[in-house]
């Protein structure tokens, strides 16, 4: 029941908000476009609810030499790979607006596991454990709050798999307190690492 509940909860706050995030949308997209040559967003394959795959829209922060669907922690000297403009954008989790049309879209929800790599399947394995591969993945989790890119994966799952057990109106609120607090505070956030 709480999942259609959770659906309209998504759309009505994205809608909402859309005098707020949609100029703002705008405005980072033409500084994307001019920063550097390449496309405005960056389109990756992820997991989403079921295991189904979507594509998840992103602005792009790296050059578009970057190798491709390699967790940007993988690569060696990632720092050089990464613009300016996009240094920005990850620090500040700006790169991760254009996700607000995935949640229009239903592939994602404001909150519950961060979508898996399509080829990170040693996360999937971990989430299989907890039941996390069940639930509508998100853009921000309890593990993005409670650790972000400074978790192993077994220990994300863990998180992902307590958010499937706590998993509520009240908690999704708690979380999204918590993400903007983080965002606000860049804590939690390796430069480079993975999101």
Do not use: C
């Not at 009505?12 to 967003?41: C, F, N, R």
């Not at 607006?97 to 995935?102: A, G």
């Not at 972000?148 to 708690?174: C, N, Q, S, T």
């Amino acid at each position: 029941m709480y999942l259609y509940i959770k659906r309209a909860w998504d759309i009505l706050l994205v809608l909402i908000t859309s005098p707020i995030w949609l100029p703002l949308m705008i405005i980072l997209a033409v500084l994307v476009k001019v920063s550097s040559p390449g496309p405005i967003l960056f389109k990756q394959k992820r997991y989403g609810i079921n295991r189904k795959f979507f594509m998840i829209y992103k602005f792009r922060s790296m050059y578009t030499n970057a190798p491709k669907d390699v967790p940007t922690h993988l690569l060696q000297n990632p720092e050089t790979l990464i613009t300016p403009m996009g240094r920005f954008l990850r620090k500040s989790s700006l790169d991760e607006l254009p996700q607000l049309i995935n949640i229009l879209k239903g592939d994602l929800s404001l909150v519950g596991p961060r979508p898996a790599l399509w080829n990170q399947d040693d996360l999937i394995a971990e989430r299989e454990k907890y039941g996390a591969n069940s639930v509508p993945v998100g853009l921000t989790g309890l593990a993005q709050v409670s650790g972000r890119d400074e978790l192993p994966i077994e220990i994300k799952a863990a998180y992902d798999g307590e958010y499937v057990k706590k998993m509520g109106f009240f908690y999704d609120i708690w979380i999204l307190l918590r993400t903007a607090h983080s965002a606000v505070s860049g804590s939690g956030i390796s430069e480079g690492g993975p999101k």
